[in-house]
């Protein structure tokens, strides 16, 4: 049942993502890279701030795995994910564990830069979007090192 | 017979751990595997970050690219976390059979520093290549 909800509330969310590809497709100006052909993952640690730039703790990908770290380094809850196939770059439905306990976290997704979403090419920029509802979120940023 | 063999294999690894485990109660709550780890083999070649998550890792090869997917059994030999691998680029390409996290070299059972832990993957008793937790705000 929960994860019924989840996925139309996933389904509502990315909707805007869905119809801004559809726009930009008939825009040949705006480039639209899919996420998939690129090779994108979440894998890695997400360090993740609220809306008002406070550090929340970091979120560890691992496959359907997540961890997630405190701020002061110690480990919260673990939780499995659900991959949402039908997007192009890496989504997931959140099931369990700290980020859906704690912060009501239902769904997150790997997004470009803010001011460019749909664009992938800069791996250094990527973002790691958690979804509590429609209009709120977390951002997180990859943490960098010699992978990336 | 894989999994006993690993476990063996593991024990073996472990045993100066475990030796040296009376110098300081290594038994800190908090002390993980999960998060992102810089491995460099002998030579000093960068050869990939693990990223662990729970029981899970992924395998990031150095172009950045995903290698692949393994599972790891978790193992208690000693307090720190110790693991058996099973599959993924590790164990395939790599012929990895277990990891565990230490403390600095020369200090291995001193927990205290998280930023200076250690995660050690063995590939036999004496063939370990070593990574390095990738820092940030968290650590």
């Known amino acids: 049942m929960f994860k019924l909800l989840a996925t139309a509330a996933l389904a509502l969310v990315l909707a805007d993502t869905v119809q801004a590809q559809q726009t930009a497709a008939e825009e040949p100006d705006t480039p639209i890279l899919d996420g998939n052909t690129l090779g994108l ?21 691992a496959d359907l795995s997540y961890a997630f770290i405190n701020p ?14 039908w ?4 989504g997931f439905i959140i099931p369990s564990g700290e980020v859906k306990d704690r912060f009501g976290g239902i769904g997150m997704i790997v997004k470009g830069p803010l001011e460019h979403p749909e664009d992938y090419r800069d791996r250094n920029k990527l973002r790691l979007q958690i979804i509590i509802t429609a209009e709120t979120f977390l951002q997180c940023a990859r943490r960098q090192g010699p992978a990336t | 017979m894989f999994k006993l063999l690993a476990t063996a294999a593991v024990a073996l690894v472990l045993s100066s751990a475990a030796k040296a485990e ?13 998060g992102t780890w810089d491995c460099n083999d002998t030579s ?12 899970s890792y992924a395998f990031v090869d150095a172009d950045g690219t995903v290698g692949s ?18 599959g993924g680029a590790l164990q395939e390409k790599l012929g990895v059979v ?37 820092r940030g705000s968290a650590t």
């Open chain 2, 98 to 134: 277990a990891m565990h996290v230490q403390g600095p070299p020369g200090h291995e059972m001193d927990f205290s520093d998280w930023s200076k832990l250690v995660l050690y993957v063995a590939v036999t008793d004496t063939n370990k290549f070593q990574c390095v937790q990738r």
């Open chain 1, 87 to 90: 997007v192009d770059a890496p």
């Open chain 2, 44 to 55: 000093g070649t960068y050869l990939g970050a693990i990223v662990i998550a729970d029981r």
């Open chain 1, 72 to 85: 002061d380094a110690t480990v919260g809850k673990y939780g499995k994910l659900n991959k949402d196939t």
């Open chain 1, 41 to 61: 993952f979440a894998d890695g640690t997400w360090d993740c701030n609220d809306a008002a730039g406070n550090y929340l703790g970091a979120i560890v990908v």
């Open chain 2, 22 to 34: 009376d110098e300081l109660d290594s038994n800190i709550p908090g002390v993980t595997a999960d």
């Open chain 2, 69 to 86: 997917y393994g599972k790891l059994n978790q193992v208690s030999y000693g307090a720190a976390p110790s693991f058996v691998v099973l």
